[in-house]
Nanobody, 125 residues
Framework: QVQLVESGGGLVQAGGSLRLSCAASGSTFSSYFMGWFRQAPGKDREFVAHINPSGGQTYPKDSVRGRFTISRDNAKNTVYLQMNSLKPDDTAVYYC??????????????????WGQGTQVTVSS
């Protein structure tokens, strides 16, 4: 069982930056694949980025590549999403998720077993 708590969301102007954090409970954090998803009002939840258990491989969504960076600190049981050059279209509730099963598509919601409660990111124009 893993419990995830996101933080770091807020209101920022277009072009600004935010760093989201996701703190995980449990001693097996370093064995989980981690992902960030987001959901804008009236839209489906969509994949943003994924990182493997060691942190050596990351997979950002094409539309955020070069602006968003996913990273993790296994000693702190925390995964991060650094978001730069934010755009109004990035406005959404951002969720972190943990998955234990290797070999599944990283962008699929069903790949992940545990979810946080989400943190709101609002980008003003």
């Amino acid at each position: 069982q893993v419990q995830l708590v996101e933080s770091g969301g807020g209101l920022v102007q277009a072009g600004g930056s935010l760093r989201l954090s996701c703190a995980a409970s449990g001693s097996t954090f370093s064995s989980y694949f981690m992902g960030w998803f987001r959901q804008a009002p009236g839209k489906d939840r969509e994949f943003v980025a994924h990182i493997n258990p060691s942190g050596g491989q990351t997979y950002p969504k094409d539309s955020v590549r070069g602006r968003f960076t996913i990273s993790r600190d296994n000693a702190k049981n925390t995964v991060y999403l650094q978001m730069n050059s934010l755009k109004p279209d990035d406005t959404a509730v951002y969720y972190c998720a943990a998955g234990a099963r290797n070999g599944l598509p990283v962008g699929r919601i069903m790949t992940y077993d545990y979810w946080g409660q989400g943190t709101q990111v609002t980008v003003s124009s």
